[in-house]
Structure formats: structure tokens, C-alpha cells
Nanobody, 121 residues
């Protein structure tokens, strides 16, 4: 069984920075995709940043140029560096991942528990 554990959320003033971490544990052979989505109250969950199965990185339009996704493959961990935060970035941020979990091609996909990011104006 794979688990995703997120950390790093909190309260920050507009213009500030935060760094989120998502660490995966369990039997993982390789990563298909891993990254972050967010959901604000009353809104649909939206893409923030994602390492894709094709090897690229995609960002939501509203965070391009401000957020940076990085990873430590040895630790099965991704990081989201969020700079120039705005009040509209306030949301629960969820880690998303899909992994190969054995040599037969079986996959696991799921979400972390979410971490709150609040940006005050």
C-alpha cells in the first residue's frame, strides 16, 4: 500500500512564500505522475503543477512563473515552491500521484490528505 504525506501548508501574507512537500511511502517501482492540485471553497479541484507520465511538467495558468515543482526521486518526494502568493491561492492543496508498484505493471493512484494554504491580504 502506498501513502502520500503532505506538509508545509500554513498562513502567509500576500507576496510571501511557502514550500509544500509530498512524500510517498510503500512499495514503489517507478513514478508515472506526481504533483499538486488545489481546491478552494465552492470551487472545483484544479491543477497546480504536475510531473507527467510523458516526462514533462505542467503548471496551471494561474501559477505559472510563481510556483515551481521539483522532486527528489530517491525519496519519492515532490516539492512545490510557491512564491509571490496571492489571496486567490488560498485553498487546500492535495498531492496526487500514480506509481508502478510491481514489475507486472500494476499501478497505484491516489491523493494525499490535503494541506491548507491561506494567504492573507
Amino acid at each position: 500500500q502506498v501513502q502520500l504525506v503532505e506538509s508545509g501548508g500554513g498562513l502567509v501574507q500576500s507576496g510571501g512564500s511557502l514550500r509544500l512537500s509530498c512524500a510517498a511511502s510503500g512499495t514503489i517501482v517507478s513514478t508515472n505522475e506526481m504533483g499538486w492540485y488545489r481546491q478552494a471553497p465552492g470551487k472545483q479541484r484544479e491543477l497546480v503543477a504536475l510531473f507527467t507520465s510523458s516526462g514533462g511538467t505542467v503548471y496551471g495558468d494561474s501559477v505559472k512563473g510563481r510556483f515551481t515543482l521539483s522532486r527528489d526521486n530517491g525519496k519519492n518526494t515532490v516539492y512545490l515552491q510557491m512564491n509571490s502568493l496571492k489571496p486567490e491561492d488560498t485553498a487546500v492543496y492535495f498531492c496526487d500521484a500514480e506509481f508502478h508498484i510491481d514489475q507486472d505493471g500494476s499501478t497505484w493512484s491516489g491523493w494525499g490528505q490535503g494541506t491548507q494554504v491561506t494567504v492573507s491580504s
